[in-house]
């Protein structure tokens, strides 16, 4: 890559980076004529991000229909510029071992646009009157579809946001399925039952382990979202170490899924 490919992409990242409405005043002023490169992407791709075909379609010829109020598309366009350098830059770090940290938060970036592109996906709005406007969001009455999915960093589970449950181990038996037997049993009990006793495939374990969760679950009803940050985390395999994550469209089913 030369010098002048160096700076263009650091001119990108500095409006990836920021605030989605940061990125939306750029795009807005700017276009897509100054951007060659995801201009082609987008009148080659059959679909992008999960976006489809005649979306992109849309969005290129929205920038030759004489700029019509109600009919821009620079939120969208603002979402797959975000993204397609997110995504080229991971690339560039990706074989690169000690860099699996900047990997991995750049990872997390990008799935805080997941909940805003699942909106534009289940209902099929991809124009900024619909997108922008309180009145036209249709999952809340007092904000715009942006204000409400507008991407965050807490939007994002990650291995950072489970609680430690190391010292549950030692309270455990990995052998036979003895549990603590408190005077008075609580949510910790239960987790030492679950997570650190029997933990070997025994076959009555598969066949009694989910009888055992429901119950803890109807006992304990935050442990439901304690096991789905669980279940999440690890299909999104968002973990540091983690060596394999699903692409972008697959991320977007899990995190529907939830």
């Known amino acids: ?40 992407i987008l009148e080659n791709s059959s679909k992008l991000y999960g976006f489809p075909e005649n979306v992109l379609k849309k969005l290129v010829h929205s920038y030759s229909d004489g700029n019509n109020n109600n009919n821009t598309f620079h939120l969208l366009h603002s979402i797959i510029f975000r993204l397609y350098y997110c995504h080229k830059l991971m690339e560039k770090y990706q074989s690169n071992k000690q860099q699996k940290r900047i990997v991995f938060w750049i990872q997390l970036f990008i799935d805080t646009h997941l909940d805003l592109c699942n909106y534009m996906n289940k209902y099929g709005i991809y124009n900024d009157e619909e997108l922008l406007e309180i009145d036209n969001n249709r999952d809340d009455l007092i904000k715009s579809a942006l204000d409400q999915y507008e991407p965050h960093d807490w939007r994002v589970l990650h291995s950072g946001n489970l609680p430690d449950l190391t010292l549950f181990i030692d309270m455990g038996n990995g052998w036979y399925d003895v549990r603590p037997n408190p005077r008075i049993e609580n949510i910790t009990c239960a987790l030492i039952h679950i997570i650190a006793c029997k933990t070997q495939s025994h076959k009555c374990q598969l066949r009694n382990f989910m009888r055992i969760l429901e119950g803890y679950f109807k006992k304990y009803p935050e442990m439901v979202e304690l096991f789905r940050m669980f279940i999440e985390i690890s299909m999104m395999g968002n973990y540091f170490h983690a060596e394999y994550r699903p692409h972008f469209e697959t991320r977007l089913e899990i995190r529907k899924s939830f």
């Open 1 to 40: 890559m030369d010098h002048h490919d160096n700076n263009n992409n650091t001119n990108q990242l500095k409006y990836v980076f920021c605030p989605i409405k940061d990125t939306l005043n750029i795009i807005s002023n700017i276009g897509i004529s100054n951007d060659t490169e995801l201009k082609i």
